[in-house]
């Protein structure tokens, strides 16, 4: 990207202006259609069932016992954690209650609580993401410790070690992922014990420390040492990709746009997201995340809405000329890997943004007109 470095001119502004001005029609539309209102059964269901599926799996591992079949238990558990968090996803987005503290509190309890997972750090996080999406210099979620997903990442300095891995990043990904899950816990011990203001700082410690340490407890209590640490490395492997690879389709291999490039709203969250298209099976396995397009637009829409919504979103785009990726889950893992391997390789502008090639296009047809 370094080769192409756009300046915003007069005009530019002005068409960026009409283009909010289209996806506040947008809005009026999905607002008419009732996309945006709680679905309060929906949710309570989820509520209520989300600590019963803890408690069932907690008493089935101790009436199992100490056996390799405790395998399979870590196995369920891994799901349930995994969807737990994406019930925690939509707490944090508002999506559940119309009050904000009801919503905070949810999401304290299913992440800290039930998960191990810090709320504080990961809705600092997380906000950052979605303000500005595959943003040089703006989206933590394109600055990862291990694998690059920038050719400027790849630039910066790195051991022979590093960019051994990098270089084989796209072989490499999916087992990575089975190290996420052990990572964010790691990142939320860090972050709650970290100086710096995190609002329920003594509640998430609470938390956290009842979930991580209860449940070390008791795998160990349950368990004979060398089946527990590999009964939790499962658990922890296998929570760490499933959430790795629910994540991983949304952005990745999208465009990635330089810092001092300005984006209407409509566009800069449509063109950096992609959807995955399938059933609905794929919807309750992914937690609405395939539907990113949509959340990305409306974070609020709870969860049910968005197969309705994507249609109408999709033609409102294909009207006025705002590129809509969706494509099938195979797809877009190959796009992916495909992609984050000629990262660590070092290719340059390996996906250029769309708009971009838009107005170079019309520049160079108003040159040769000239």
């Known amino acids: 990207m370094d080769a192409i470095r756009p300046t915003i001119h007069t005009s530019q502004r ?47 591992f101790i009436w199992i016992g100490d056996t390799w079949w ?9 799901i349930v954690f995994t969807q737990i968090a994406f019930l925690g996803h939509d707490a944090a987005h508002r999506q559940i209650f119309v009050s904000g503290r009801w919503n905070d509190w949810i999401s304290l309890i299913l ?47 790195q051991g022979p070690l590093i960019g051994w891995l990098r270089a084989h990043q796209g072989l490499l990904f999916f087992p990575i992922l089975l190290f996420e899950g052990l990572s964010l816990h790691a990142s939320s011990v860090r972050r709650v014990f970290a100086r710096g203001r995190l609002e329920r ?20 209590i349950v368990l004979s040492p060398g089946i527990a640490f590999v009964f939790l490395a499962v658990q922890l492997g296998l929570f760490g990709f499933y959430m790795g690879i629910a994540f991983a389709p949304n952005h990745k291999g999208m465009p990635v746009v330089p810092r001092d490039m300005t984006l209407d709203f409509l566009r800069r969250q ?35 809405h968005l197969r309705r919504a994507a ?27 495909g992609y ?26 108003a040159r040769s007109a000239g």
């Open 14 to 60: 002005g068409d960026v202006r009409r283009a909010s001005s289209t996806f506040t029609e947008l809005a009026r539309q999905i607002r008419d259609r009732g996309l945006l209102r709680r679905r309060y059964g929906y949710y309570w269901t989820k509520l209520v069932a989300a600590p019963l599926a803890v408690a069932v799996c907690l008493i089935a």
């Open 70 to 78: 405790q395998l399979f238990t870590a196995g369920v558990l891994a």
């Open 311 to 337: 249609p109408e979103i999709e033609a409102y785009c294909r009207e006025h000329d705002v590129p809509y990726t969706s494509v099938p889950l195979i797809t877009s893992y190959r796009v992916v890997v």
């Open 201 to 220: 700082r003594w509640a998430e410690i609470t938390f956290l420390s009842i979930r991580m340490v209860g449940y070390v407890v008791l795998v160990f």
């Open 340 to 365: 984050i391997n000629r990262v660590g390789l070092g290719e340059r502008d390996v996906f250029t943004c769309p708009l971009m090639e838009q107005r170079e296009a019309i520049g160079a047809a």
């Open 111 to 157: 992440g800290d609580l039930l998960v191990g997972m810090s709320y504080g750090w990961w809705q600092h996080k997380h906000t950052r993401h979605h303000a500005n999406p595959n943003k040089l210099g703006a989206d933590p979620d394109i600055e990862l410790p291990v694998i690059v997903v920038t050719a400027e990442a790849t630039s910066t300095h």
């Open 270 to 304: 449509v063109m950096m997201s992609r959807n995955i298209r399938g059933s609905r099976f794929l919807d309750v396995a992914m937690g609405g995340l395939n539907y990113q397009i949509e959340h990305h637009l409306f974070p609020s829409m709870p969860r049910p």
